[in-house]
């Protein structure tokens, strides 16, 4: 699929020409002093009294993304996100799609000030338990949103600590929390596009806050793909000679290295030693290229 029309039209134009022109950095300078679309999570949390309450953050992203996988939450301090966080350690982060009359609730429930109670009043999300049974039963853990697409469940790890010093006074100043995430939860529709490789959810953006008085939003255009690089990986002779002095007990036919020469040279090795310590562990002395698919789907499966 190629770029919308409109976007080629905007690269060929261009803004070469213009000057650029120096912007104080403001506080919230994502927001106040330049342009940063994120997406956002509805992150899921519980008080004292058992009540779930939603807060909007767009302040969160991938933190840790091999081996262990966890989120970065910038929330702030006096926030009942936050509050709840730091007693129970555990949230769940929901992803909506776009629809334009879940805006409006999605800034009501962002407003600071006001109880969980006060903000899920009239709401039209529906919450339901976690479907994980470790978390289901749990008095610590909330809701989640039967609306949203997608769920990370998360708790906080416990190991990260970030406290920069700030003028400001404690209530304001920002909480950094890691979430290690425990499950990725997809509605079944989402997890056959998430297979299918050629499906998106439409994603509400936000701009953030302007103007003193608005929050702004964007929807997008259809995704749409560009191929790697092709011929950038290393030649499969070359391949070939590397994966076979690695191990004299495991050898790679040409075939299986046929299937490398899209890996950059940087991780090859990686990769082989990879393949080769799973040939040790099934007993194989062959490397073929079946066996380099079948180590592929595994890795897919998870």
Known sequence: MQPPESMQIEAKKGHRDEPFVAI????????????????????????????????????????DISESHSMMLVSRASSN??????????????????????????VNLGWPGQTPEEKMEGVPFEMTKSPTPEFSDDEDYPLIMADAFQVYECVMDGKFEYHPH??????????????????VLLKESFKTKLDSLQEFPDMPLSYGFRGGSEFWFATHNQPFHIPVPQGKGPDHNRIYYQANKIDPGVRFDEEACKLLTGIPQLFLEVVLKGLVDAANEQGVTMIDADFVKAVEEQRKAG
């Open 24 to 63: 104080p950095v403001r506080d919230n300078f994502y927001q106040s002093s330049s342009f940063f679309p994120m997406p956002f999570a509805m992150i899921t949390t519980i008080n004292e009294q058992g009540t779930t309450s939603i807060g909007p953050h767009s302040l969160v992203f991938p933190f």
């Open 166 to 183: 700030r003028e400001a006074a404690a209530p304001l100043i920002e909480n950094f929390f890691a979430l290690r995430v425990e499950n």
């Open 81 to 106: 996100t936050a509050t709840n966080l730091r007693r129970t350690g555990k949230c769940a982060l929901n992803f909506i799609e776009y629809k334009r009359d879940w805006m409006e609730h999605v």
